[in-house]
């Protein structure tokens, strides 16, 4: 019995660790994508940072950091990813406590990004 629980929790580790499923070309592109949304719908975006976290637990890409160096303005966006086109979208976006505003041009439609 102890042999199966082993087993089981050895493979249950292993799932749980698993490497990132996206290659460094598509990570660089979803955030290219992320900056290029940001710094086009909200107001006053001087400086973005990316945490090294790209984990969803739906199993897509997600993009989190923060802006202006502040902890409190940070941000996940899902990103879509078109493979037919190679394009890449935000699905959606979460925002911490001290985001940025919209832009007033942004706040019924998402503006070009």
Known sequence: M???LFVLTTLMCVGCNSSN??????IS????????????NFESI???????D??????????????????KANFSIDIDIDSSQ???YVGSIGK???FPERKDECKEKSCDY
């Open 29 to 40: 592109q979803a955030k290219e994508t992320a900056e290029s949304y940001l710094k086009n």
């Open 2 to 4: 102890w042999k199966f």
């Open 96 to 98: 911490g406590k001290e």
């Open 54 to 71: 790209y984990s969803n637990p739906m199993g897509g890409l997600m993009i989190r950091g923060i802006v202006n160096e502040n902890e």
């Open 21 to 26: 499923p996206y290659d460094e070309n598509t």
């Open 46 to 52: 001087h400086t973005i940072t990316f945490s090294e």
């Open 86 to 88: 190679n394009k890449f």
